[in-house]
């Protein structure tokens, strides 16, 4: 990965008594392709006495063998460079800026060169900045006061300098500052206690202020997660699938759909969405049973027995011309469960759960007892309580919901996922945790996360 070096200037650099500054240390070491050199009133004035800086980053960069931009920033109204709070927001402005201009590059902050006040800023900057950095700390060749003479001869000092001498087996004194960005621990927490509550989007929105400290595939992650949770689930699928993470326990076509179905209904009755799980439970209970009906008691509903809306492709109707034609008892059936003659009804729980009973009851093609009750349990709880959150503004609690269903919603979760899991065994066999799919993905996506900040 090519670096780019942000270094301020002291009165060590370039070169001081026969050694390499921090600075030109840096260069030689971690050879970065550019480097922007924060420069005060006195440091400018230097410079244009002699070009001290970048003549001998040329030399030691026709030494080693590589080449290096030198960008200078000049800040001659600087001329107190003891005053700490001026420096922050303008070495976060060059951090951003140099962040920007260098995509793909890592970046090298020098932690040694400047006054005590400029080191400083640079450290705090290396644990708060949205991105990535690399602070290094340049130790002095005796591990003490490197202050040198207040006189400087260019030439002299570079054939003097020590560091250019690989014979004498000069010493590295540049070490990688190991630290991590408090900014991103803070909001990698946050981002997390967002996941555990399946609020993806909300995570999704706290890391992309950090987003260069984050795995591309716990980003990808968390867009599959989302929109997992819209039912978008071939957006989801395209998503995890570039994140190599196999999503969904069920795969087959509609039948993927209701599963991730009754699992949006888990996690709005865990987390106490109760308004939005009463309203999903007709949509859910009404797929249930046309499935039981088509794979336990081999009646294809809508083939046989409805037809589609027109102008509302997803409408279907249960005709009593249909069920005649195609089967008279069930018909005659129709007749008596309603008290009068059947008419035409909206495909629902409703207007299916008579052929269960037909089917499944005493004298049925296909008895099921079990079957029988649970489905008249759920579609008596799916009257009692559907119209509650249909015309009520205020929130539904679990006291509420039992009190008008007589039993409680998590039975009622129970007993839908009893049913799925009655009508497609298959999907449990190799998988008896299939239910709990959505924690199994939190847990990877924040393993993911804590596996360890992109360096």
């Not at 716990?218 to 699938?241: D, I, Q, T, W």
């Not at 009804?345 to 009973?357: A, F, R, V, Y």
Request: proline fraction near 5%; charge should be neutral; aromatic fraction near 10%.
């Amino acid at each position: 990965m090519p670096k780019v070096l942000f270094s301020t200037l002291g009165m060590t650099d370039p070169i001081k008594n026969d050694h390499d500054g921090p600075f030109l240390h840096i260069m030689r070491h971690y050879k970065p392709c550019k480097a922007y050199l924060f420069m005060t009133k006195r440091v400018c004035e230097l410079a244009d006495q002699d070009d001290r800086y970048r003549l001998n980053a040329a030399n030691l960069c026709e030494k080693e063998g590589f080449t290096c931009q030198i960008v200078e920033l000049r800040y001659k109204d600087i001329d107190n460079p003891q005053q700490f709070d001026i420096f922050y927001p303008i070495f976060e402005k060059e951090l951003n800026n140099i962040h920007n201009s260098n995509p793909g590059c890592q970046i090298l902050v020098n932690l040694s060169s400047g006054t005590p006040q400029m080191k400083s800023t640079c450290h705090l900057l290396a644990l708060t900045t949205p991105f990535p950095v690399v602070p290094i700390q340049v130790t002095t060749p005796n591990e003490r006061e490197n202050y040198g003479s207040p006189d400087y001869d260019l030439e002299k000092s570079w054939k003097n300098n020590l560091d250019n001498h690989p014979d004498l087996e000069p010493k590295n004194r540049a070490q990688q500052v190991e630290t991590e960005n408090l900014r991103f621990l803070f909001l990698r927490e946050a981002a997390i206690s967002n996941i555990e509550a399946y609020n993806y989007t909300a995570a999704l929105n706290i890391l992309t202020a950090v987003k260069d400290f984050v795995p591309e595939d716990v980003m990808r992650l968390l867009r599959a997660a989302r929109n997992r949770k819209n039912m978008e689930l071939g957006e989801a699928e395209k998503e995890s699938k570039m994140a190599q993470y196999d999503l969904f326990p069920v795969k087959s076509g509609d039948v993927k759909e209701l599963f991730e179905y009754l699992l949006l209904l888990e996690l709005q009755q865990r987390t106490g969405l109760l308004m939005d799980f009463v309203r999903g439970i007709s949509p859910a209970l009404s797929r249930l049973f046309e499935c039981f009906l088509e794979r336990k008691c081999q009646r294809h509903v809508k083939r046989d027995y409805c037809v589609q809306s027109q102008a509302e492709p997803g409408h279907w109707k249960i005709k009593r011309d249909k069920l005649e034609k195609k089967d008279p008892l069930l018909l005659a059936y129709y007749h008596t469960r309603y008290n009068t003659f059947f008419r035409d009804g909206d495909l629902s729980c409703s207007t299916l759960l008579p052929m269960i009973e037909f089917d499944c009851g005493a004298g049925g093609r296909y008895p099921n007892e079990e079957v029988l009750k649970k489905a008249q349990v759920m579609r008596s709880v799916e009257e009692r309580i559907r119209n509650r959150a249909a015309h009520n503004i205020t929130a539904i609690k679990e006291e509420q919901f039992a009190r008008a269903a007589d039993i409680s919603s998590e039975r009622l979760l129970r007993e839908m996922r009893w049913m799925f899991q009655y009508i497609y065994p298959k999907y449990f066999a190799s998988n008896i945790d299939a239910w709990d799919s959505y924690n199994q993905m939190n847990a990877h996506i924040v393993g993911r996360l804590k596996a360890g900040v992109i360096i």
